[in-house]
């Protein structure tokens, strides 16, 4: 048994990061499956996705910080289409996770959302869901 869906995601500013745990468990829910995985697989060179706290949205502010001291926006990159650091970010985050469906809902940690990580906006984005 599978099924497959997607949604779309508006972003808003170059770097931003969106709870979509509520669009995934939308689909979840409708798929009428109780027990069994989720994917979520970003399907873009310069976005991501990643688990982290929904709690404090200072982690959050903390998590970009950090990841442009990595990779900053300018440093000699040779793509010429200039956005070098939003693809490295992607490569970083990674653009898949995949969560436990238990008795119908996605199993989280309690401080833990899903998060779609914006590198390269904003933008209008996609995220495919596969539920197996
Ligand atoms: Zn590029």
Redesign the pocket.
Known sequence: MSKQESFSVKTHSTIDFIKIDSQIQKIVSDSGVKDGACIIFVPH??AGVTINEGADPDVMRDIEKELNKIVPFQDNYS?A?G?SAA?IKSSLVGTSEMVIIEKGSLKLGTWQRVYFCEFDGPRNRTVWVRII
């Open positions: 060179t310069t793509h289409e956005n693809h």
